[in-house]
């Protein structure tokens, strides 16, 4: 709150200063809010699922993946409390995991810190996941191959 109250004050003390009936005396310092990170859910989806991982499902029934996930709040995930953020992380991985049938997708790991999980996917899951809203990106988990 400091650093912002000497931005604004830094920001109002080197503004110009115009006519009542134009544009406003102060132009605000506070940085373009547009530039952070996402929070909302994306429009397009077409790419969420990495050519790696369709290429492998062409060949196995099913692939090990990593599934990197959107946060659902308007607040930025990095400014929740650890506890916050657990429950955020976890409701998220719920609303993904609660689309998928226990054959499309094996759960193997569920970050409680981080918006992402792994486990096997089928091509019927991987289409799932390509249409969900909290999805951010599916990859081949390359350590589970080598298991």
Request: charge should be neutral; hydrophobic fraction near 45%; charged fraction near 20%.
């Amino acid at each position: 709150m400091k650093k912002l109250l000497i931005w604004l004050a830094l920001g109002a003390g080197v503004a110009s200063i115009t006519s009542c009936n134009s544009e406003p005396a102060i132009s605000s310092p506070l940085p373009d809010r547009s530039n952070f990170p996402m929070l909302e859910t994306p429009q397009n989806h077409s790419n969420v699922i990495d050519e790696a991982v369709i290429s492998a499902l062409k060949q196995q029934r099913e692939v090990p993946v990593i599934i990197e996930l959107h946060p659902i709040l308007s607040v930025a995930p990095e400014t929740l409390s650890d506890e916050a953020r657990a429950k955020q992380v976890k409701m998220v991985q719920d609303l993904v995991l609660n689309t998928l049938a226990q054959d499309e997708f094996r759960l193997k790991y569920r970050s409680e810190i981080m918006f992402m999980m792994a486990g096997w996917i089928t091509m019927q899951g991987a289409v799932k996941l390509r249409q969900n809203q909290y999805t951010a990106r599916v990859s081949l988990d390359g350590v589970s191959r080598l298991q």
